[in-house]
């Protein structure tokens, strides 16, 4: 009886492609949410937080966090922060959502994809899933480092990959830390055009170019190797 039962059981749950089909569903939910639902602007977001209070600071937090699930720019949402609650406090807000939509997009990828990547791709991702496995921190500093890569591209694929939880949280942590002074730099003191906002401007662009380089520099070893 309890044998049926167990067996019936993983009848019921779905298999490596279910719960891949399932992730694409998550994601294209999310982005027609993301879209369709009109957000709210700067000053309608001052309203609600003058009138809130520090609920309406944690509501911030939550919807930045669930933003982050669907393609939508990350950047205008740390903008954003630091007009509403200047550098510093838009900085420990951009940090404190960002991390927690980063972590809820890797258990998701790895909960519902991983196992269909595993399946489906076989010795082809090999390869890249052992340079993840042993420079998995390094991996993920180095793509956090690149403000033109998306954000939540990157959660979703390292939960695909195999590279392990901690070196993935850790590089996160590092790795997002100089955009995000620089996006809430812009929003704090982009109007005012002073130099925090030029050197968050310049901050952008040196590793933005130094991403390029190193993108550059790797395709071409690939290459070297596959030769």
Known sequence: MMQAQDAGARRARPGPLGRLLLLLLFLALASVVAYVLPLPTVVELRAMLDELGWWGVAAFVVGYAALTLAPVPKSVLSISAGVLFGFSGGLLVVYAAAMLGATAAFWLGRALGREAVEKFTGTRVGR??????????????????????P?????????LTSVGWWPYFFGTMLGIVPGALSFVALGAYGLELEWPALVAVGVLGVLTLAGAVVAVRTRRRGGGTGA
């Open 151 to 159: 954000f939540t591209a990157i959660n979703y694929s390292a939960g």
């Open 128 to 149: 890249v899933d052992e340079v993840l496995r042993r420079r998995g921190f390094v991996a993920v500093v180095g793509v956090r480092l690149v403000p033109v890569l």
